[in-house]
Each structure stands twice: as structure tokens, then as C-alpha cells.
């Protein structure tokens, strides 16, 4: 499966602007390209102000999405600010090319930011099968926490998306790593570049990991869209191979 990372500039709190500019990128992605993954809260930059940009289940940004992933014939993917009922998530929404949508609830909520003030944390970690893969879609401040991205279920793919900081980017670059070497999988991370509304600066570092931590994209700042083949072969392959799921530790989540 071809996967596309789309690296972009966002603009603050602009969902119209955003949504019209990663179209443009997306317009270049390659016809057979399975999976476009954009940042997270890719339609207005990470922002604590949910009551002012926010959208219901079905909104502008979601039928976007699936427009997208019916003209592209390919699963998009991202993280929105959504309300639901009383609550405002950080939603990462997976959208099959027929339109289903499957969603995951930002678990981990980054307190530096105020991020849990303000937002409802997620309860559970789905696990999404798409064209014979098995996807397990996290959000950003996730990649900190080993425990709750363990494959415990087989996944091939782990996905992240994030406004990941340019102070703190090693860590993102090194825990990608790690998390692909540890869980025997493909990890894909697609950060944002450019300047939000708070003055903080983002440098990209998008990039894809194989099932033994091997690099498969070089790192770049630069705005662009990123694709990459993944093979299901190679995983069972490396899995066979040396097998060191197997001695994973068993362990219950509690929430």
C-alpha cells in the first residue's frame, strides 16, 4: 500500500483557508496512492479555543474529507477539533474512499497546553482494517506514552499525527523510532511546519519508519506531500523472522 504524508502550513483558525490549500497539495497526490494522512487539527492549528471553531459530527471538514477520499479513491485521514453533545474532542477521523468514517479520541491530552481543560479525552484505541492492513490511528502528545501505542493486537501500521513543537522535535524523531522498533511495525508521523497563533514554530520532520526502525524517508522541513510504499510482505517476513512480539509483556489498560 502507497501511503501519502501531507506536510503543511497551517493557518490559524481557518478552516476554509486550510481545507483549500491542503486540497491543492492533495491535488498532486498520485492516482493508487491508498492512504493520505494529513497533521493533526489540520483545519485550524492547535487551538484551545474549541467553542469558536469546533464543528459537529458531519460538518464542513468531514464531508470535505470524504469528497476528497471519493475523488482520490483513497482513505484520508487527520484530526479535527469536534462537538459532540456538551464535549469538544480532538478527533482523528479515518475516512474509507465509500465514505464510512471510523474515529479515534485524542487519549492523551497535552496539560502543557491546557489541551485537558478544555477538551474530552478519548476512551478507547481502535484498531481499523483497511485493504487487508490493520491501522492503529494515535494524535501527537500518544507517541509519549509506550504503554498505551503497544501492539498487543498485531497491527501493521501505526499512525501519527500531530502539531509537534520545534523545541522539543528530537523527541518526536527518536520516539517514532522507537515505537517502530519495538512494536514490529510501519510508523508513519506527519507533523505541520510554519507558525501558529501563539508564536509557536513547527519543522515538519514527517516521516515513515519500516518494521525494524529503518528510516524510508529522509527528513525535511519543507511543505510538500511525501508517499511511500509499505509492504504487508516485509512485515510478516520480519515478524517470522525474529519473532520478538512474542515475548511481549501481557498487560490490562485501565482507563
Not at 491535488?27 to 474549541?50: A, I, K
Not at 517514532?176 to 515538519?204: F, K, S, T, W
Amino acid at each position: 500500500m502507497e501511503i501519502t504524508l501531507v506536510q503543511a502550513s497551517l493557518q490559524w483558525e481557518n478552516p476554509e483557508a486550510n481545507r483549500q490549500h491542503l486540497q491543492n497539495l492533495i491535488s498532486l497526490v498520485r492516482e493508487g496512492t491508498g492512504l493520505v494522512v494529513l497533521p493533526e487539527m489540520f483545519s485550524t492549528g492547535f487551538t484551545m479555543n474549541p467553542g469558536e471553531v469546533a464543528e459537529p459530527v458531519g460538518g464542513p471538514t468531514t464531508k470535505w474529507m470524504k469528497a476528497i477520499a471519493k475523488e482520490k479513491n483513497c482513505a484520508v485521514t487527520g484530526s479535527v477539533a469536534i462537538t459532540e453533545g456538551d464535549h469538544y474532542y480532538n478527533r482523528l477521523l479515518f475516512v474509507f474512499p465509500d465514505g464510512q468514517l471510523k474515529y479515534y479520541d485524542k487519549r492523551h491530552l497535552f496539560t502543557l497546553a491546557g489541551e485537558d481543560k478544555v477538551f474530552t479525552a478519548g476512551r478507547e484505541r481502535p484498531v481499523i482494517e483497511y485493504q487487508g492492513w490493520k491501522i492503529c490511528p494515535l494524535i501527537c502528545y500518544d507517541l509519549r506514552f509506550p504503554v498505551f501505542s503497544r501492539n498487543t493486537e498485531d497491527y501493521d501500521l501505526l499512525l501519527y499525527v500531530a502539531n509537534w513543537p520545534a523545541p522539543r522535535i528530537q523527541a518526536w524523531d527518536v520516539l517514532l523510532q522507537a515505537r517502530a522498533i519495538e512494536n514490529m511495525c510501519y510508523v508513519a508521523g506527519v507533523n505541520r511546519i510554519g507558525q501558529d497563533g501563539n508564536g509557536h514554530n513547527y519543522p515538519g520532520h514527517s516521516q515513515v519508519y519500516d518494521t525494524l526502525g529503518n528510516p524510508m524517508l529522509e527528513i525535511s522541513e519543507n511543505e510538500g506531500i511525501y508517499s511511500v510504499t509499505l509492504s504487508k510482505e516485509a512485515v510478516s517476513d520480519t515478524r517470522k523472522r525474529f519473532g520478538f512480539l512474542n515475548d511481549r509483556d501481557r498487560f490490562t489498560l485501565l482507563y
